[in-house]
């Protein structure tokens, strides 16, 4: 049974960092992309970062792009999304996909606020 759990959000000031986890099981983690996403309130989800399964090949949407940093951890079956200089307009439910086969984790709340 595929599992994606997403941990790390919560409340966090303009300017500050959150570290979100993304903990994958099921499948065999080491030999398969994995992608970010985000869905703000009454907003279509778009996409936030994408890694392949060696953590070579790495693309940015241009909205994250010098703030956000996606990497895993293949040994421990995770991926991460460092994000810093966060902005309101960065709130939003973050959610790990696995794009092989169409996973989706259940998403974690990051809201960015004064």
């Known amino acids: 049974q595929v599992r994606l759990v997403e941990s790390g959000g919560g409340l966090v000031q303009p300017g500050g960092s959150l570290r979100l986890s993304c903990e994958a099981s099921?499948?065999?983690?080491?030999?398969?992309?994995m992608n970010w996403y985000r869905q703000a309130p009454e907003k279509e989800r778009e996409f936030v970062a994408t890694?392949?399964?060696?953590?070579?090949?790495?693309v940015y949407a241009d909205s994250v792009k010098g703030r956000f940093t996606i990497s895993r951890d293949n040994a421990k079956n995770t991926v991460y999304l460092q994000m810093n200089s966060l902005k309101p307009e960065d709130t939003a439910i973050y959610y790990c996909?696995?794009?092989?086969?169409?996973?989706w984790g259940q998403g974690t709340q990051v809201t960015v606020s004064s």
């Open positions: 996909n696995w794009p092989a086969d169409g996973y």
């Open positions: 099921g499948f065999i983690f080491s030999s398969y992309r």
């Open positions: 890694i392949d399964s060696a953590g070579g090949d790495i």
